[in-house]
């Protein structure tokens, strides 16, 4: 998603300016008169950044050769992305994106996954995008639960293929429904709201994030590969020797994400969700 953030523009604070350019239509070709003038309307959408989040760890300098250099910073900070960070960019990510088509009239709910209709469900969502974007690439993100569901039907065994997926610089395989290929996340990342933990005030000092009491559950969600446009303004890690940090005779570890999530209005439409529960 932090792909599609190339032509974002960015001049410091809290604001992003995301670019819309519209145009008119095709129009008659005089052979007398020549060409009929056209308009092109380039404006910017200005988007607040919402997520400015981080977190301090404190390693005592005996506590690295004690632990048998199992505790280092770089063995903190690589397992502190894998089991925090990442996991909380998803599920704000993925949340975004549905309560933004929830709001956008792009979403359909009450539909508990079954074998025997997921298939011809999964097929219409995908028409109904393919409605509007015609012949763009989509990615399509369902649960693990949901995808092993879509696997189990027999109607899926000759319509699934295995392709190779590029994200930045990785690639992996994954399965593909008509040319679309499926992300597979875990169910717990794939919640309509989510409460994100200040780490201070009573009962939230663990940090983190826990889904929302109100949050429905994401069946899948649709979206062309160009459309969710993801910022990450800072994405840093800074790391203080015990000789540096004036505090304590240990490493301080802090890490800080200042990031957001947006899908310009104009493609909106570019998006569908859906969702276990009933919207209403």
């Known amino acids: ?3 599609n953030a190339g032509q974002v523009i960015y001049r410091g604070g809290k604001e992003i300016k995301i670019p819309n350019i519209s145009m008119d239509g095709l129009a008659n070709y005089d052979r007398a008169l020549g060409f009929t003038a056209g308009d092109v309307t380039h404006e910017y959408e200005t988007k607040t950044m919402t997520q400015d989040r981080g977190r301090s760890f ?3 300098e005996n506590e690295v050769d004690e632990s ?3 505790v280092t910073a770089s063995n903190v900070m690589a ?3 894998r089991t925090q960070v990442i996991p909380e960019i998803d599920a704000y990510r993925y949340s975004k994106i549905a309560s933004l088509a929830i709001e956008g009239n792009r979403a359909s709910g009450g539909y508990l996954p079954a074998a025997e209709t997921i298939l011809s469900k999964l097929k219409a969502d995908i028409a ?3 409605d509007v974007v ?3 690439p989509l990615v399509i993100t369902m649960s693990s639960i949901t995808k092993n569901i879509l696997e189990s039907s027999t109607e899926i065994a000759k319509q699934l293929q295995v392709t190779d ?3 930045g610089v990785f690639s992996t395989k994954v399965t593909m429904v008509d040319d679309n290929p499926i992300i597979p996340a875990p169910s717990s990342r794939l919640k309509t709201a989510y409460v994100f933990n200040d780490g201070k005030t009573a009962g939230q000092t663990a940090g983190g994030f826990v889904a929302d009491a109100a949050a429905k ?3 899948w969600l649709i979206c062309a590969q160009t459309c969710p446009i993801a910022v990450s303004k800072t994405d840093a890690i800074r790391i203080f020797d015990p000789e540096t940090n004036q505090s304590a005779r240990a490493y301080k570890l802090d890490y800080r994400k200042y990031h957001d999530l947006w899908i310009p209005d104009n493609m909106l439409a570019h998006c569908f969700a859906n969702i276990k529960e009933a919207l209403a």
């Open 68 to 70: 048998n250099f199992v």
């Open 217 to 219: 559950n994401i069946n």
């Open 79 to 81: 397992q502190f992305q």
């Open 58 to 60: 404190s390693i005592d």
């Open 165 to 167: 997926f590029a994200s």
């Open 1 to 3: 998603m932090e792909a």
């Open 134 to 136: 015609g012949d763009v």
């Open 128 to 130: 109904a995008v393919k």
